[in-house]
């Protein structure tokens, strides 16, 4: 998935470095939940719940080929229902945000998720500590449609959705 000037690419235990740098620089997203500090561990774990959740972790890459920034979604299927996406992550440096590249990474990812057909939502989780990630999804069209709920780490998430207007 790419436009002119970013690309979503699946990334591996090889970028280890630069996604640990990714992480950092979201700190302040960190610090909002259990695990405030990034680490190897942390990056290693969220990798691996990934891939047990049948997702797919992927990095933003900018022209040059530099990592700008993570996402991870499961492209369909989630909770067993075929029809459902979901995002889990969407995190860009520090350096970038603010600047609608959050909006348009969120776009080419719609777009290649509405490529499986059966797909008719896209749903996410925020946590309510997070007022500014609650108006960015909700600034592109994201309702939400279930919660408050306290999560095993003892965050309190809200579930947006966005249901998807397929035209064939």
């Known amino acids: 998935m790419c436009d002119n000037s970013f690309e979503i690419r699946p990334i591996t235990g090889n970028d280890l470095a630069e996604i640990l740098e990714v992480y950092r620089q979201n700190e302040d997203f960190l610090a909002l939940g259990s695990r405030p500090k990034a680490s190897i561990d942390m990056v290693l774990q969220d990798m691996e719940t990934s891939r047990q959740d049948k997702g797919i972790f992927c990095g933003i890459y900018d022209s040059a ?7 991870d ?6 909770n067993g229902l075929a029809h459902v996406a979901f995002i889990n992550l969407l995190m860009i440096i520090r350096p970038l945000r603010n600047q609608g590249i959050g909006t348009r990474i969120l776009r080419l990812l719609e777009r290649k998720i509405m490529l499986n057909e059966e797909i008719r939502e896209i749903q996410t989780a925020v946590q309510l500590n997070n007022p500014a ?3 960015f999804w909700q600034r592109n069209n994201y309702r939400v ?8 780490d003892q965050t309190e998430v809200v579930y947006l959705r966005k249901d998807l207007v397929i035209s064939h």
């Open 133 to 135: 990630a609650l108006r």
């Open 145 to 152: 449609f279930k919660g408050p709920e306290i999560r095993p």
């Open 73 to 78: 979604f499961i492209p369909c299927s989630f």
């Open 65 to 71: 080929g530099r990592l700008r920034g993570i996402i």
